[in-house]
């Protein structure tokens, strides 16, 4: 089965500065992989998607993701964190059940908290 | 407005009973899905469906129960036999069965034992 690990259960960055939020994977075959934000009693939002291509993903809100095969990592970064970015952040990769039916597993999450 | 609408938001049950959590969307999606959220936990797959009338366990199906009888629709009940039920209900959708379709979220639903 493939998996995402997310390693860091909260990150803490001071306003304007870069910052990365860490996603590492666990496939066989080609990774399909998402990063989704999450905030206070609220569903997720879709951020971006590495499918094939070029290893840096831009998505939403000035946020990129970088694919890095022989690192098995997908870590999220933006280069200039605002204080309203601070939210649960999550990592998630397509899997194939035995029966050959799609589904999606997530990671734990990373709360990211961005200081004024 | 297009999405994926669940309801209630807020829904207190009493052990012993069961309780149905409505997921609709209006997007044409194929694939839907329903999580559920603990503190710390992340998300994890209860039930998914690719195509009406067909859907396969999760991670965590136990004591949960769910119905495809039309695309927009995948309620979910949760019945007395989940002993733990508090939690943060997902539901979401997908375009098609492609590895790469992206699946959307809506709002959730929060249910609480008391």
């Known amino acids: 089965a493939q998996s995402v690990a997310q390693p860091e259960d909260q990150v803490n960055v001071a306003e304007g500065n870069p910052l990365t939020v860490k996603c590492t994977y666990s496939?066989?075959?080609?990774?399909?992989l998402f990063w989704y934000v999450q905030y206070p009693n609220r569903g997720l939002q879709f951020l971006l998607k590495?499918?094939?291509?070029?290893?840096l993903v831009k998505g939403s809100y000035g946020f990129e993701a970088e694919f890095n095969k022989s690192q098995t990592s997908f870590h999220l970064k933006k280069p200039s964190a605002l204080v309203s970015d601070s939210a649960l952040y999550f990592c998630?990769?397509?899997?194939?059940?035995?029966?050959?039916?799609?589904?999606?597993?997530f990671g734990t999450g990373t709360k990211l908290q961005v200081i004024p | 407005d297009g999405g994926i609408t669940q309801s209630p938001k807020y829904l207190f049950r009493k052990e012993g009973q069961n309780v149905t959590l409505s997921c609709e969307q209006n997007?044409?999606?194929?694939?839907m899905y329903w999580y559920r959220q603990d503190p710390g936990q992340g998300l994890r797959l209860i039930y998914y469906s690719q195509i009406v009338n067909d859907f396969q366990k999760g991670d965590i199906a136990e004591g949960y129960s769910v119905s495809r009888e039309k695309k927009e629709s995948f309620p979910l009940t949760v019945t007395s036999a989940q002993k733990n039920p508090t939690a943060f209900y997902l539901c979401?959708?997908?375009?098609?069965?492609?590895?790469?379709?992206?699946?959307?979220f809506g709002e959730g639903s929060w249910l609480t034992v008391v």
């Open positions: 496939v066989s075959g080609n990774p399909y």
């Open positions: 590495y499918i094939t291509g070029d290893n």
């Open positions: 998630a990769v397509r899997d194939e059940d035995p029966g050959g039916y799609q589904k999606v597993t």
């Open positions: 997007l044409n999606h194929d694939a």
């Open positions: 979401a959708s997908q375009q098609g069965v492609y590895s790469g379709n992206t699946i959307y």
